[in-house]
């Protein structure tokens, strides 16, 4: 039995185009499969459709064709490797397949490893004897970083359409960012970096693309692409349209979506969102110059902004381009539609849970009541078919369908 979870669009802008409200469904899906805090759904490139769950305890799955079976197959399983101690932040945050994955069978993972801290990108392939399994030898290390404490780590690798390694990093976590890390533009924290994995500058195991925007200014790290970020939980590129999105995790007074530009400084930890951040007792250089979120919301309508994809599908027409995300504290839900250098409508996703007829939920995931921290959404992913996937971290994937 599937359960369902009905809710309403509103248009909330101005800017939106004026259409009658339209009723979606959520219905929970693979649900005779145990999936512990899912992070996100990545489809191999390989023309197979194989769907690949990704857990953050360190293992990812190949989800069934059939969506009602129980029986998944297992891709790789890193639980056996000391990733966590504080499963809140830690563990296998991120897999990436290489644009020649069909040519060299390389993909990419990002996760922590413990005593010390750290956070490591890896490229790993599959074997070649076994071409639907993964080489269980190979692994090269790509990038590590320190970490000073256990939250704010970041993941999800995406490539670009110029076939380049787009890596976000958090500032290193705690609150207030006590190292000043995201403005330094000597570290890797609190940016996203721009890599060539196909490549090496000197003597790292990555080449730098030349025209990644600090590259040869003193003072700069050349990966850095932009600067000035807390917690990116979400960068996803939409190729169409050639535009890069960030959700960036706030720390008390506001969560933001950014559109990612080449050499961007976002303003943290001088400011929060669009406001002076009030516990950083320093001024930023008269010279700054910060770019403004394209939208932000405060406490009164979250705490954990998860990012997120542009909806392309054929099932939600009256979604289609937009920029889908969520709050991971309080399960609000939003479609932005970008273009032309704006934001063209920003819609809330109010909805509410139908019950069953004795007034109880049956089944694990959403409740009858909502309350904090009963559902909580934390990716969007597209299915193989482009369909659009919600994975809520209490253990549950629902599909999305729209009614009229």
């Not at 080449?207 to 200014?217: R, S």
């Amino acid at each position: 039995m599937k359960k369902t979870l009905y809710f309403f669009l509103p248009f909330l802008c101005s800017l939106s185009l004026a259409k009658p409200d339209v009723e979606y469904e959520l219905s929970r899906t693979y649900n005779n499969i145990d999936t512990p805090k899912p992070i996100s759904v990545v489809v191999m490139p390989d023309g197979s459709g194989k769907e690949l769950l990704v857990l953050q305890g360190g293992k990812v799955l190949v989800l069934p064709k059939d969506r009602s079976s129980g029986k998944p197959q297992i891709f790789l399983d890193l639980t056996g490797v000391n990733m966590i101690k504080k499963a809140f932040e830690e563990g296998l945050l991120g897999l990436v397949f290489h644009p020649e994955f069909k040519r060299n069978k390389k993909f990419y993972l990002y996760y922590t490893l413990q005593d010390p801290k750290r956070s490591r990108l890896v490229e790993r392939r599959m074997s070649k004897k076994d071409p639907a399994k993964v080489d269980e030898k190979y692994e090269r290390l790509i990038l590590e970083l320190p970490q000073p404490f256990w939250n704010h780590n970041s993941g999800n690798p995406i490539f670009g359409p110029d076939k380049f390694l787009y890596v976000s990093t958090g500032d290193g976590g705690k609150a207030n960012d006590p190292l000043d890390h995201s403005q330094n533009t000597f570290a890797l924290y609190g940016k996203i970096l721009r890599i060539d994995v196909d490549s090496r500058t000197g003597d790292l195991p990555y080449g730098i693309p030349k025209d990644n925007p600090f590259v040869g200014k003193p003072g700069y790290r050349p990966e850095i692409w932009v600067l000035g970020l807390r917690n990116p939980w979400g960068i996803h590129w939409d190729h169409k349209s050639n535009t890069l999105f960030c959700a960036d995790v706030g720390q008390n007074r506001r969560e933001e979506i950014n559109v990612i530009k080449k050499g961007g400084n976002y303003g943290w930890s001088y400011r929060e969102g669009t406001i002076k951040f009030p516990l950083k007792h320093r001024e930023p250089p008269a010279d700054s110059i910060f770019i403004d979120p394209i939208f932000e919301y405060d406490r009164s309508l979250g705490l954990s902004v998860s990012g997120g994809i542009v909806y392309r599908g054929e099932n939600l027409p009256s979604l289609s381009e937009h920029y889908l995300f969520g709050d991971w504290g309080t399960g609000n839900f939003w479609g932005l539609k970008y273009g032309e250098e704006k934001v063209l409508g920003i819609q809330k996703l109010n909805w509410s849970h139908v019950e069953d007829p004795v007034g109880e939920t049956k089944e694990p995931g959403i409740p009858a009541q909502i309350t904090k921290g009963s559902f909580k959404p934390v990716n969007f992913c597209y299915d193989a078919s482009g369909e659009l996937l919600v994975l809520d971290w209490n253990g549950a994937l629902y599909e999305v369908s729209e009614k009229r």
